[in-house]
T-cell receptor, first 112, second 113 residues
Framework: AQRVTQPEKLLSVFKGAPVELKCNYSYSGSPELFWYVQYSRQRLQLLLR??SRESIKGFTADLNKGETSFHLKKPFAQEEDSAMYYCALSGLSDTGRRALTFGSGTRLQVQP | ETGVTQTPRHLVMGMTNKKSLKCEQH?????MYWYKQSAKKPLELMFV???????ENNSVPSRFSPECPNSSHLFLHLHTLQPEDSALYLC????????????FGPGTRLTVL
């Protein structure tokens, strides 16, 4: 079975401070990891994928297979980064089908 | 309208009512999903349709009945719901081979009285 853990329900930082949203996973195969974001009054949307090795809105995430982590980072937080962030893992489920499993989410609050 | 649309955006219903949620995707995708998002639980996958065939049902109570008449439309029929079914119901679509990438609709906020 695959599992995604986001240990923090709420992360509050000041504008300009570094941000790290933690994500750990459990999966026996080779995982594909994603970060989704949901801004206030907006729909849930894909932020970035580990296979793309991209930086979106200043955010990056590196897959660490040794620590089974995929933490989301940004060096300088901005107020518009305030949102709900979900880590997700795509892997083969027990039925043999590919499934996308979401973590419970972390609310990021960036204070002025 | 482009992307994934859902109607209605808000719905209040009694426990004896029957209602339906509608989802439409304009992205040419071949897979569609229903998710439940509530304050107390993580995002829960309810149903998956691939090429109009239901391929996954995550132990959802029978009071929720999905329907996928074609690859662009997805319905969730509701009957005799319980107050604990109150939540935000999200529809999503994807291409079957684009693993992990989901395009979400805005959701229907359901309140069961």
């Amino acid at each position: 079975a695959q599992r995604v853990t986001q240990p923090e329900k709420l992360l509050s930082v000041f504008k300009g401070a570094p941000v790290e949203l933690k994500c750990n996973y459990s999966y026996s195969g080779s995982p594909e990891l994603f970060w989704y974001v949901q801004y206030s009054r907006q729909r849930l949307q894909l932020l970035l994928r580990h296979i793309s090795r991209e930086s979106i809105k200043g955010f990056t995430a590196d897959l660490n297979k040794g620590e089974t982590s995929f933490h989301l980072k940004k060096p300088f937080a901005q107020e518009e980064d305030s949102a709900m962030y979900y880590c997700a893992l795509s892997g083969l489920s027990d039925t043999g089908r590919r499934a996308l499993t979401f973590g419970s989410g972390t609310r990021l609050q960036v204070q002025p | 309208e482009t992307g994934v649309t859902q109607t209605p955006r808000h719905l209040v219903m009694g426990m004896t009512n029957k209602k339906s949620l509608k989802c439409e995707q304009h992205l040419g995708h071949n897979a569609m999903y229903w998710y439940k998002q509530s304050a107390k639980k993580p995002l829960e996958l309810m149903f998956v349709y691939s090429l109009e065939e239901r391929v996954e049902n995550n132990s959802v109570p029978s009071r929720f009945s999905p329907e996928c008449p074609n690859s662009s439309h997805l319905f969730l029929h509701l009957h005799t719901l319980q107050p604990e079914d109150s939540a935000l119901y999200l529809c999503a679509s994807s291409q079957e081979d684009q693993r992990g990438t989901r395009f979400f609709g805005p959701g229907t906020r359901l309140t069961v009285l």
